[in-house]
């Protein structure tokens, strides 16, 4: 056998060093990279984006407006003119339907905006511990023991008898308000308990770091994965109340129109006219769903312990 | 435990003293009041009702008066029907609603406590799936969907079943179907992952390498454990039949209390709004409190007081 001087050659270094680090991700990195693993979320995420496009844009590029009667064209099927078909009146359901939206979504979001509130209100109740945590959750105990809806429902009474007849939505927005903080707050509370007894938090005492800045700087950062995912699942459940008391006759008032009012009305003329039912229902469906898969996605994005 | 007891019971009267306070407040400094018509009634005609219905009292005086009532179990006169109180009204029609919620509870636990455990059993294979699937539609389906719907194809289109009214057995599956349908999606959603968390628990190899046949490491090991946060769940769950019910009971014209109750909103029957409401949060109170005393029987590694609520 002849051993040729070649094989005793060092091979020439293929890996260079700097290549096996890889850029550190942020948690942010991180959760979005885990996010777009889940297709249910991401193609929910779409939905999400294009329902919000629909609402903001559909109603200016619709030619009819969601209140314009046309007593020659009632009750129409869909067709190429009327996607969704016309309602009793002869309005056009698609442009209603996306009117809808708007509400539902704008009440979505309210509802979101008020979690920030109950961010707040957990922090401080569980930061500042003793008494006033005893006395802010004792607050948030009562309010719990009473089912949301049949809060939002008095508070729907009591706001429509005093503010003027147009003015079933604020009285929506107002009684949604007063109550979608509190799991919020519960949610945000228990996080600051376990986070506070932390080492970092101390450190930061003893470099002289106000409670106010600890408060905000450093322990509600550290629980931004549960308020995101708790802000995401409390949309959908709005969206949910708003189409519920609607259906109920406490929501919007004619002519404007909610997929709540929208399925209500549709319900007299189930027999005969099932689209009007359909659209709208379909409509809160899908929306529900996209919410709902989103938040499921974001809950396991943003869990450190699904972290690989 | 009695410590315990006191202060569950103490929270609970708190609770209730808040509702009524602000129900009472609510329904009172609403402008108007019950009895004005689009026609003004003469003066004398006016403050004869308002002193029949003790309404020329001072508020103060008008609260107290109600609280003393409430008390006895009186919830006071509907402002609407006149000679009728509003206990009358939930006498009569709260055992219908009962009825209904109860069948509807029933079906929400007898298939979503299986689907849960199945899709446990089976999970990331097709059955999880399903499950799944379905327990999410449940979940974004508001009631008056499922129930609309169930309404166009089983009444209209095929004639299977009769669309609304009460009384017979036939005609309580469809609202009983529509109003179980989020809690039973809920329930299987609740029973898989607490089933899947069970079943990666030490005891459970432990069962199995003693060598207990099959059935029972399931029944006993795991779904005896596994079934703990549904129990929880059964406070919520009246909630949310009840609520429910608001709906459910309009659209299939159910004679019950949740019907009612919408009807005395457009109304403005506002003693009604008010006594529903309180003996509502009375009976959720009470089935709360009844859950978590019942809660350590199952697990007697709970102790009370240690419990997070879910709503």
Redesign the interface.
């Known amino acids: 056998m002849q051993l040729s001087p070649e094989l005793f050659k060092p091979l020439e270094q293929k890996v260079e060093q700097k290549e096996l680090i890889r850029p550190s991700t942020t948690y942010w990195q991180d959760a979005w990279r885990r996010l777009k693993q889940n297709p249910a979320a991401m193609i929910s995420l779409g939905v999400i984006i294009l329902i919000i496009l629909l609402a903001i844009f559909g109603p200016m590029l619709s030619p009819y407006t969601y209140s314009e009667q046309d007593f020659s064209r009632r009750n129409q099927g869909p067709s190429a003119e009327h996607w969704f078909g016309t309602d009793g009146l002869g309005r056009d359901l698609f442009t209603r339907v996306l009117y809808g939206a708007r509400i539902s979504l704008s009440i979505g979001f309210v509802a979101a905006l008020v979690t920030i509130f109950g961010v707040l209100y957990g922090g401080i109740s569980g930061f500042v511990g003793g008494w006033l945590d005893n006395v802010m959750m004792?607050f948030v105990?009562?309010?719990?023991?009473?089912?949301?809806?049949?809060w939002v429902?008095?508070?729907m009474?009591?706001l429509k008898?005093?503010l003027p007849q147009d003015a079933g939505l604020i009285s929506m927005y107002l009684a949604l308000g007063l109550v979608y903080w509190l799991?919020m707050a519960r949610i945000v509370r228990?996080q600051i308990l376990s986070l506070k007894e932390q080492e970092f938090v101390m450190a930061a005492h003893t470099i002289g770091a106000s409670k106010r800045r600890i408060l905000l700087r450093h322990l509600i950062p550290n629980c931004m994965g549960p308020i995101i995912v708790t802000a995401t699942l409390t949309i959908?459940q709005a969206i949910?109340t708003e189409?519920?008391l609607s259906?109920?006759?406490?929501g919007v008032s004619a002519p404007k129109a909610s997929w709540g009012t929208l399925?209500?009305d549709?319900?007299v003329s189930?027999?005969s006219h099932?689209h009007l039912?359909f659209f709208p229902?379909a409509a809160?469906?899908i929306t529900?769903?996209a919410f709902?898969?989103l938040g499921d996605g974001l809950r396991d994005a943003l869990d450190p312990k699904m972290r690989k | 435990m009695l410590n315990y007891l006191v202060r569950r019971i103490l929270?609970?009267l708190?609770?209730l003293l808040?509702?009524v306070t602000?129900?009472f407040l609510?329904?009172h400094?609403?402008?108007?009041g019950p009895f004005q018509r689009e026609k003004a009634l003469p003066e004398a005609v006016k403050a004869n009702i308002e002193a029949r219905y003790n309404l020329d009292q001072p508020l103060h005086k008008q609260y107290f008066d109600y609280l003393l009532h409430l008390a006895k179990g009186d919830l006071g006169p509907s402002y609407k029907y006149r000679g009728r109180t509003v206990n009358d009204i939930i006498a009569e029609r709260f055992p219908v609603s009962m009825q209904l919620g109860g069948v509807a509870v029933v079906i929400a636990l007898l298939i979503g406590v299986p689907a849960g455990i199945l899709a446990a059993l089976k999970q990331n294979k097709v059955p999880d799936y399903i499950v799944m699937f379905f327990s999410?539609?449940g979940?974004?389906?508001?009631g008056?969907?499922i129930g609309?719907?169930l309404?166009?194809f089983l009444a209209?289109r095929w004639g299977l079943l009769p669309a609304a009214m009460w009384g017979t057995p036939k005609q309580v599956i469809m609202p009983a179907i529509a109003l179980a349908g989020a809690p039973t999606a809920f329930i299987a959603r609740l029973t898989r992952s607490s089933m899947l968390d069970v079943l990666s628990q030490d005891y459970m190899k432990t069962a199995v390498a003693k060598g207990l046949p099959q059935s029972r490491v399931l029944w006993l090991h795991a779904v005896k454990n596994a079934i703990i946060p549904v129990v929880t769940y059964m406070g919520p769950l009246l909630?949310t039949i009840?609520?429910g019910s608001?709906?459910v009971e309009?659209?299939f014209a159910v004679p019950g209390l949740g019907k009612h109750f919408?009807t005395s909103?457009?109304n403005?029957d506002y003693t009604v709004?008010l006594g529903v409401?309180v003996f509502?949060?009375v009976f959720?109170?009470v089935a709360?409190l009844l859950v978590d005393l019942a809660y350590p029987l199952l697990d007697p590694r709970i102790k009370l007081g240690g419990r997070?609520?879910i709503?």
Request: hydrophobic content about 60%.
């Open positions: 004792r105990d009562i309010m719990y023991s009473i089912p949301f809806l049949l429902i008095l508070l009474v009591y008898e005093i799991p228990g959908p949910f189409a519920f259906f109920i006759g406490l399925a209500s549709a319900l189930l027999k099932p039912l229902s809160i469906c529900l769903l709902n898969f | 929270y609970a708190g609770a808040v509702v602000v129900t609510f329904m400094i609403i402008p108007g999410t539609i979940i974004a389906m508001p008056f969907v609309t719907v309404m166009y209209y909630a009840l609520t608001f709906v309009n659209i919408v909103i457009y403005r709004i409401t509502y949060c959720l109170i709360n997070k609520e709503v």
